[in-house]
C-alpha cells in the first residue's frame, strides 16, 4: 500500500481510501519520533507558489529540509515574469526538469490538476484557489486521530465561513472514511456551505446537519470544534459582519465554552491564522489544539513528501 | 585546460575557445550522467538577480544544489534597500566575504565586468541587460551539439527579435569556433539585428546571412531552427506586430514545417519562455528539441560550477 | 560561561558581561579558522524579515549554511499575508513548530523581546525598529577587538547620524564593559543622540564626549573612527543636509585623514552601506577597516549561531 504513494501527485485527497489516510498517519507518527533524517538526500523540491502563504511554504520547506532534501523556493510568481504569458504547463515542464517534486499553491481552481498532468514528476497540491488543499485536510485529521486515538465516532463541529470551505470540506470527505462520524456545520446564512458541496457530503457515508448557531446543544455533543476565520470582505455590509461577530459561538472564550456546556474532552481546531475567532486566552485551555495541529502539519508533510519520493523506506 | 575555469569569473563568452567550449560540454554531459553529486559540499553561492528571471535563477539554484553545494537567493535588488545608494562594488564586496561565487543577473550591459572587477571570488553572469547571458549561449551551443553530434558544418537559422538579441549574438559567436557553420538571421525589418553586430559576426570564420521571411528555401537547407520570442511592445503598432505574426514562420506549427519543407532531421530550438511563437501541437514531434535544450541548461550549469569551483574533478 | 548561550534568545545586548563578550570573540576566532564546519547539521533556521535587509539576512543565512545548518528565508512579512491581522506572537509560535531559532528583523521597537517572550525556542534580533541590533554591536566590538588586539584604553569617535543610532548606543554599550574607553559622539544639533540615551551611557564606566564637529584635535586623538550614514530623509531642508555634508569630517576623504592629522594606527569602521560618507579613495588606505568589519559580521554570526544551537562545541 505504502507503494501507492510513490511517485504520486497529490493533488485532491478523493482517490483515498481509509486505508491510504492511515498510511499516512502512521508515517506521521514515525516523522514526528525522527524529528530529522536523512531520508531524502540528493532529492531537490521546487516550491512554486503564485501566491503568498508563508505559513504552508514554510512547513513544506522545513519537511523537505528535515528530511535531509533541498529546496528552491519561487514565491508570487503571479506578479512575476514566469508567468507573463507563459502557459502553467510550460513552466511547471520548464521547473520539473530541474527538481524532483514541485509543490505547488495556486489561485486557480484545477491549476493543481492541469500541472500535475503536464509534468512526469510528482505534484503536491498546496492549495488550489477554491479547489482542495489536500495537506490541509489530512493533518486536520490527523489531528483529531492523534488528540482521540481515533476517528471513528466522532461528532465535528465546524464554525465560520463555509462558503470557500476548501479545507472544510476536503476534511469532511476524509471524515466519510471514517466510521460513524457527524459533522455539524454552523454558519450564518450568508457563509453556508453551498447545496452542491452539502450534498456531496451527504452521499458519502456521514450524518450532516446545518446550524445558524452554536448553541448549548450542539456544543454539549461535539468532539471537535473546528473554528474558521470569518473574513470582513465576505460580508455585504459591516453591520452584518458585527452582528455575526456578536453572535456567541463565532468568537470562542472561556466564557463561551462554559456557557455552552463543552465537554472537558472536546478538542478546539483552527486552521489558523487566527484574527479574533479564538480569544488568546482560550491558548492555555488544554482543549486547545491548533498550536498542536500546526505542528501536525510538520510531521503529515513529512511523511507525505518521504512517501511520495521515497521508494523503500 | 580544465584549470583555466578554476576560480575564474564567467563574464562573457569571448575569450573561449573551441576547446574551452568543448570542456565545457564534456563535463556537461558529465554530469547528466551524474544527476546529483556531492562535488561543491561546502561551496556556497549566492544567486544576486537585480531583475526577476525564476527560470534562469532556478537552474542555477538547482545546479548549485544537486552539486551538493548550498545557495543564498536575492532577488529583485533593484527595488530592495541593498542597491539605495550603494555602489554595485560595494554590493558584490560585501556579499563576496560570505560565499565562494557570485550568480548575477542585472538590468545594465557590463554590470557584470564590473562586479567582478570589484571581488576576488568568481562572478557568473546570468545576464547583464543587453549584454551578454553567456551561460545560455553555452547550453544552447551544447544542445546543438548533442541532437547532432557536432556543430560543424550546421545551418542555423535564427527567427524573431534579433534587435535585442543577447542570447543571439553569444550564441552566434561560439558557433564561430566551430567549422564551416551557417548562420542564417530572419527577422522583420524593425527587429533586425544591428549592423555593427553583424559586422562583428562576418568579421569571424561564420557565414552570416540575412532575411526578411523563413521561406521554404531557408527552412529545407536549415538544420537548427532557433526561435525567439517576438515581444509586442518592440513594435511600434498593433498592425505592424499583427502583421508580422500573421507572416508564415514567425509561428512555427506543424502545418509550417511540412508546407516550408524542414527537413526530419531538424531541430527547432527555443530559449523559453515561448508565448505563440511556437504552437504546442508542435511539442509532440521529435524535432522539437526545446524541452531537451532547457534540460540541457541544468547539466551546462552544473558543469560551470564545478568547472569554476573545483579545481580538482 | 558557554553554556550561558546554550538555547538562550539574543535579544539585547544589556545582559552581556565582559567574559560573554570575550567568549563569543573565542568562537569568532574559530569560525574565521573554520570557515566552514557541520556543527550544525539537523539544525533548521528561519530568517523571519519584516523589513527588507538583504545584507543582516545573507550574512545569517550564510553564516547557517557555513555551519552545515539549514535556512528558511521568509522575507518582506510586512507586506505579505503572513501578518494579515495575525498577532506577531502567533506568527513566531507557527514558525517555531518547524525551526530550531529564528532570526527576526522587525520594524518596532520592542517587536524582539515580544516575540522571544512568545516562543520556547531562541530568537535572535537581527534589528528591531529603533531598538537594539545587538549582532552588529558585538561584530564592531569584535572588529576593534581584532584590530587592536584589545579594546581597553581606546578613543572612539562616532561620526554621523546618531538620532536613531541604535547601532551606536549598542556599541557604545558594549565598549563601557572594558576599561577605560572613551567615546566620542560627533553630530549636527539635528542629528545628536538623545539626552536620555547620552546620560544611560553616562551612567556607565565611559568616558562619553559630545562635539558638533569633528577636528583635528578630536581625530589626533581618536584610535576608532566609526562612520555612519547621513540620510538626506533626517534633515529638515535639502540645505541643513548640504550644509552638514559639506562640513569636513562628515566626509572622510584621504585629504580629510591627512589634514585632520589621523593616527597612523586609525581604524576607520562603517556599519554600511555607505553612500559618501567615506570616498572610495579611502578603501584602499589600511586604516580603512570596514570590509574586514563586514566580513567579521559572518565569523561572529557563525559564532552566535554555534553558541545558541550547539551545546557541546
Same mark, same amino acid.
Given at each position: 500500500?505504502?507503494?501507492?504513494?510513490?511517485? /504520486?501527485?497529490?493533488?485532491?485527497?478523493?482517490?483515498?481510501?481509509?486505508?491510504?489516510?492511515?498510511?499516512?498517519?502512521?508515517?506521521?507518527? /514515525?516523522?514526528?519520533?525522527?524529528?530529522?533524517?536523512?531520508?531524502?538526500?540528493?532529492?531537490?523540491?521546487?516550491?512554486?507558489?503564485?501566491?503568498?502563504?508563508?505559513?504552508?511554504?514554510?512547513?513544506?520547506?522545513?519537511?523537505?529540509? /528535515?528530511?535531509?532534501?533541498?529546496?528552491?523556493?519561487?514565491?508570487?510568481?503571479?506578479?512575476?515574469?514566469?508567468?507573463?504569458?507563459?502557459?502553467?504547463?510550460?513552466?511547471?515542464?520548464?521547473?520539473?526538469?530541474?527538481?524532483?517534486?514541485?509543490?505547488?499553491?495556486?489561485?486557480?481552481?484545477?491549476?493543481?490538476?492541469?500541472?500535475?498532468?503536464?509534468?512526469?514528476?510528482?505534484?503536491?497540491?498546496?492549495?488550489?484557489?477554491?479547489?482542495?488543499?489536500?495537506?490541509?485536510?489530512?493533518?486536520?485529521?490527523?489531528?483529531?486521530?492523534?488528540?482521540?486515538?481515533?476517528?471513528?465516532?466522532?461528532?465535528?463541529?465546524?464554525?465560520?465561513?463555509?462558503?470557500?470551505?476548501?479545507?472544510?470540506?476536503?476534511?469532511?470527505?476524509?471524515?466519510?472514511?471514517?466510521?460513524?462520524?457527524?459533522?455539524?456545520?454552523?454558519?450564518?446564512?450568508?457563509?453556508?456551505?453551498?447545496?452542491?458541496?452539502?450534498?456531496?457530503?451527504?452521499? /458519502?457515508?456521514?450524518?450532516?446537519?446545518?446550524?445558524?448557531?452554536?448553541?448549548?446543544?450542539?456544543?454539549?455533543?461535539?468532539?471537535?470544534?473546528?473554528?474558521?476565520?470569518?473574513?470582513?470582505?465576505?460580508?455585504?455590509?459591516?453591520?452584518?459582519?458585527?452582528?455575526?461577530?456578536?453572535?456567541?459561538?463565532?468568537?470562542?472564550?472561556?466564557?463561551?465554552?462554559?456557557?455552552?456546556?463543552?465537554?472537558?474532552?472536546?478538542?478546539?481546531?483552527?486552521?489558523?491564522?487566527?484574527?479574533?475567532?479564538?480569544?488568546?486566552?482560550?491558548?492555555?485551555?488544554?482543549?486547545?489544539?491548533?498550536?498542536?495541529?500546526?505542528?501536525?502539519?510538520?510531521?503529515?508533510?513529512?511523511?507525505?513528501?518521504?512517501?511520495?519520493?521515497?521508494?523503500?523506506?
Amino acid at each position: 500500500m505504502r507503494r501507492w504513494f510513490f511517485q /504520486r501527485s497529490l493533488v485532491s485527497i478523493k482517490p483515498f481510501t481509509r486505508e491510504h489516510v492511515e498510511i499516512v498517519f502512521d508515517e506521521a507518527k /514515525r516523522m514526528e519520533k525522527l524529528k530529522s533524517a536523512n531520508l531524502l538526500q540528493n532529492k531537490l523540491a521546487a516550491c512554486l507558489f503564485y501566491e503568498p502563504s508563508t505559513r504552508t511554504s514554510s512547513s513544506f520547506q522545513a519537511g523537505m529540509l /528535515r528530511l535531509g532534501g533541498k529546496v528552491i523556493s519561487i514565491k508570487d510568481v503571479k506578479y512575476s515574469s514566469v508567468s507573463k504569458g507563459e502557459s502553467l504547463a510550460d513552466t511547471v515542464r520548464c521547473l520539473s526538469s530541474y527538481v524532483d517534486v514541485i509543490i505547488m499553491r495556486h489561485y486557480q481552481k484545477g491549476a493543481a490538476n492541469e500541472a500535475a498532468k503536464a509534468i512526469s514528476i510528482p505534484l503536491v497540491n498546496a492549495g488550489d484557489g477554491t479547489g482542495e488543499h489536500p495537506t490541509q485536510a489530512l493533518l486536520d485529521a490527523f489531528t483529531i486521530f492523534k488528540e482521540f486515538g481515533s476517528i471513528d465516532n466522532k461528532v465535528v463541529t465546524i464554525v465560520g465561513d463555509l462558503v470557500n470551505g476548501r479545507t472544510v470540506h476536503s476534511l469532511a470527505y476524509l471524515l466519510s472514511l471514517f466510521r460513524n462520524v457527524t459533522v455539524n456545520l454552523v454558519s450564518p446564512v450568508s457563509l453556508k456551505m453551498s447545496p452542491l458541496e452539502v450534498n456531496e457530503l451527504r452521499a /458519502r457515508p456521514l450524518v450532516v446537519n446545518e446550524h445558524l448557531q452554536l448553541d448549548a446543544r450542539l456544543m454539549s455533543e461535539t468532539d471537535v470544534l473546528y473554528v474558521t476565520r470569518i473574513q470582513k470582505e465576505r460580508f455585504a455590509s459591516a453591520a452584518e459582519y458585527k452582528a455575526v461577530r456578536a453572535t456567541s459561538g463565532y468568537q470562542i472564550t472561556p466564557e463561551v465554552l462554559s456557557s455552552l456546556n463543552a465537554k472537558p474532552t472536546l478538542r478546539i481546531m483552527h486552521p489558523l491564522p487566527r484574527v479574533s475567532e479564538i480569544s488568546t486566552a482560550v491558548d492555555s485551555d488544554p482543549r486547545a489544539a491548533y498550536f498542536r495541529q500546526m505542528q501536525n502539519g510538520l510531521w503529515v508533510r513529512m511523511a507525505l513528501l518521504n512517501l511520495i519520493l521515497n521508494e523503500s523506506s
